[in-house]
């Protein structure tokens, strides 16, 4: 079982930054390896893939062409909890951002911003970007 809690959203002024946290709580028995992804969603469009990081090399795997030099995604596995640093905002990153997870077993499978094969989400938290 997946447990996933953003926090850290929040309203900033174009070109500010904030930094989203993800609590997770994973299994250990069994343990496995994950790929964790951030998407956001603004209204009336569709769940767009922000970043990916794989649990085993700790680093990001993709980003979205969109925040590709701005956003950096990381974990830290002391404390359970993965990361978005979101430098440079503006007001087209406003959306609903969710943290993700899956089961992988493979490197590979994380080089892919489909939401589709995740199967545990957080509850989403609220960023607004003012120009």
């Known amino acids: 079982q997946v447990q996933l809690q953003e926090s850290g959203g929040g309203s900033v002024q174009d070109g500010e930054s904030l930094r989203l946290s993800c609590a997770t709580a994973?299994?250990?028995?069994?343990?496995?390896?994950?790929?964790m992804g951030w998407f956001r969603q603004a209204p009336g469009k569709e769940r767009q893939g922000v970043a990916i990081?794989?649990?085993?090399?700790?680093?990001?795997?993709v980003y979205a062409d969109s925040v590709k030099g701005r956003f950096a995604v990381s974990q830290d596995n002391a404390k359970n909890t993965l990361y978005l640093q979101m430098n440079s905002l503006k007001p087209e990153d406003t959306a609903v951002y969710y943290c993700?997870?899956?089961?992988?077993?493979?490197?590979?499978?994380?080089?892919?911003?489909?939401?589709?094969?995740?199967?545990?989400w957080g509850q989403g938290t609220q960023v607004t970007v003012s120009s």
């Open positions: 994973m299994s250990t028995s069994p343990s496995y390896n994950y790929c």
């Open positions: 993700a997870a899956r089961i992988s077993y493979s490197h590979s499978w994380c080089y892919d911003l489909n939401s589709s094969k995740y199967d545990y």
């Open positions: 990081l794989y649990t085993v090399s700790g680093r990001a795997t």
